[in-house]
């Protein structure tokens, strides 16, 4: 018998304990908790460990296939020439291709003039080739295509290196805003609710683009003016922290 209440006793605590969880957990429910929600912000220097420099080859011809002839002859040099210069295959890549008709209007009309292909060289070198970028200027201008654009950039893994520390200080940042603001009303940071990244800026910094007329000394300047630590990234989160 004794044996039987105490059994009962405990099943009995028991299911206070749960019913009193149950409750705890109810009652968080539909009380809603004090939460700051904070904007945290970070700016990082970063030194681009790429240079990407890109050509436009445009040629003519009365027919598509003599457009293209005439365009796969500039381009094959092109590569050719960059190879013997030490560079390696990869490193040059061939986009953006299109064959197409070209008109000119005259007295309100269309005049065929014959045909177009165009195709971008895009030439990367790393930081170990960034020298050469004058010697692929000379490369590319010389054997017939046009100097369209350069570009400093950064490299996947650079990329994923700064991301990570202008994420990381953008929520500390966060951070030391919700503190010092719970600070003000006398409460205190408990946890956090929600936590997203709001942005991470990074795209490629143009150093030179062409108006029309190439200035190859310019192209050649803009190459070897780069400082290190003179790019910015930016990087934006939004937390949602707790406070009692």
């Known amino acids: 018998m004794k044996t039987q209440i105490k059994i009962t006793l405990i099943v ?48 003519k011809g009365n027919s598509a296939q003599e457009a293209k002839d005439r365009n ?68 590319g201008v010389d054997d017939g295509a046009l100097l369209n654009y350069i570009n400093f950039e950064l490299s996947k893994e650079k990329e994923n290196s700064y991301k990570a520390l202008a994420l990381k200080q953008a929520s500390e940042d966060a951070k030391i805003k919700a503190e010092s603001i719970a600070s003000g009303v006398e409460k205190k940071v408990r946890d956090i609710k929600t936590i997203s990244a709001l942005e991470f800026n990074y795209y490629p910094w143009r150093v030179y683009e062409s108006t029309g007329s190439v200035d190859i000394s310019m192209a050649k300047k803009a190459v070897t003016n780069i400082e290190a630590g003179d790019k910015e990234i930016n990087a934006r989160v939004n937390i949602v922290f707790v406070i009692d």
């Open 12 to 59: 009995v605590f028991a299911a206070l304990i749960i019913a009193a969880g149950i409750g705890y957990l109810y009652l968080r429910t539909i009380t809603p908790e004090n939460t700051i929600s904070v904007n945290g912000e970070a700016t990082i220097k970063a030194k681009p460990d790429i240079v990407s420099i890109y050509f436009n080859v445009e040629t």
């Open 72 to 139: 796969s002859e500039i381009s094959d040099k092109i590569i050719s020439d960059l190879i013997k210069k030490g560079l390696e295959k990869n490193e040059i890549a061939t986009e953006n291709y299109n064959i197409y008709e070209d008109y000119v209007w005259e007295n309100n009309k269309q005049k065929f003039l014959g045909y177009k292909a165009s195709q971008t060289i895009k030439v990367t070198l790393d930081s170990q080739k960034m020298n050469k970028a004058g010697e692929v200027i000379d490369v």
